[in-house]
């Protein structure tokens, strides 16, 4: 397999941003007297958007859509506040990265966080990295697991979905590879599982950044 370029996901992917997350939404639900959730927790409330994190974190019965909307725009407040007190660069992250270029490879980001906060994140905590382009979720563009986003990336970057590596730590991740026809890899160091991973399409697992290197050896080798 010779690839040219690579997406990332970025929150449990690139940067673990969970506690941050975490925190954000808890300070929130204090200040709307519902309860909290623990930090452990929003492993599986994440990776969809920032409207499915705010349903999720809300109890079944203050889930109307105006309610949702209003603790929305609270959360998208204070998370732009405090988005980087703890979050920052996974261990290995910085060599897989690169490694990736020196390999010839292409790199981007496309995530499900709001499109503003995903190129902060990536401006602020992934600085130097040949990332480009960047995208989070933006209007009118479906969200992941829609393939539309990874296909746009993929004609920007000039390559075909084949020739393209997807790393990922959730099954929206895989999804949104398999539906793209991209290869599908799946990080372990993320928020989920690889039962998870694997029941959604991964095509290969890897427990540490740096193991993604292996994956496109050939493509560092003289012909």
């Given amino acids: 397999m010779r690839f040219k370029a690579a997406i990332f996901d970025l929150d449990g992917t690139l940067l673990d941003t969970l506690e941050d997350l975490a925190d954000s939404a808890n300070r929130v639900l204090r ?4 309860p909290v959730h623990p930090v452990e927790s929003y492993r599986y409330f994440v990776g969809e958007g920032m409207v499915r994190l705010v349903e ?3 109890p079944p019965d ?13 959360f998208r407040n204070d998370y732009g506040h405090h988005w980087k007190d ?13 490694g990736l270029a020196a390999a010839g490879l292409k790199l981007a980001v496309l995530s499900n966080k709001p499109d503003e906060f995903t190129r ?23 969200p992941k697991p829609d393939p539309a986003a ?22 929206t991740d895989m999804q949104t590879a398999c539906r793209a026809g991209m290869f599908a890899v799946g990080a372990l160091w993320g928020f989920r599982t690889r039962e998870e991973l694997e029941e959604n ?10 193991d993604v290197l292996r994956l496109v050896r050939p493509q560092a080798q003289p012909a």
Avoid: H, N, W
């Fill in 56 to 58: 999720r974190i809300l």
């Fill in 86 to 98: 703890k979050s920052g660069m996974y261990e290995g992250v910085p060599a897989m990265l690169d």
């Fill in 201 to 210: 399409g991964a095509r290969a697992v890897v427990r540490r950044p740096e």
């Fill in 120 to 142: 902060v994140c990536v401006r602020d905590l992934l600085p130097g990295f040949p990332l480009d382009p960047v995208f989070g979720q933006r209007p009118g563009i479906a």
């Fill in 150 to 171: 990874a296909l746009e990336i993929a004609a920007m970057l000039d390559s075909a979905p084949a020739e393209i590596l997807y790393l990922g730590d959730t099954a």
């Fill in 31 to 34: 200040s709307l007297d519902l």
């Fill in 62 to 74: 203050r889930r109307d859509e105006p309610f949702v909307a209003r603790v929305v725009e609270a």
